[in-house]
């Protein structure tokens, strides 16, 4: 069922659109009929920069069990990763530096 709310959210990234590689600023996530895929009802999730124009979004139409998968692989890809690694970028300053 559509729900008609979208949560925005900022963004701190990149991705790759029609046209290249984009700075991405924002985010948004929905629940609603989908453009493309072959569903009732899909989690859809843009990634855009609006500063850039309609060429930078990159779109995502998901099933609610393919958007449960993915926040499951992210949550554990984050795990797995050295402390400090995956919030900053790079891993963490040692001590004596």
Not at 10 to 33: C, I, N, P, Q, R
């Amino acid at each position: 069922m559509c729900t008609y709310l979208t949560e925005k959210v900022e963004l701190d990234g990149a991705a790759k659109g029609a046209s290249g590689w984009f700075t991405l600023t924002d985010g948004a996530v929905y629940v609603d009929h989908p453009y493309h895929a072959c569903h009732e009802h899909t989690v859809n999730i843009d990634f855009t920069n609006p500063g850039e124009g309609p060429s930078a979004r990159v779109a995502v139409e998901l099933t609610e069990e393919a958007a449960l998968g993915l926040i499951e692989a992210i949550q554990k890809a984050l795990a797995a990763a050295p402390p400090g690694l995956a919030s900053a970028g790079g891993p963490a300053p040692s001590a004596s530096a």
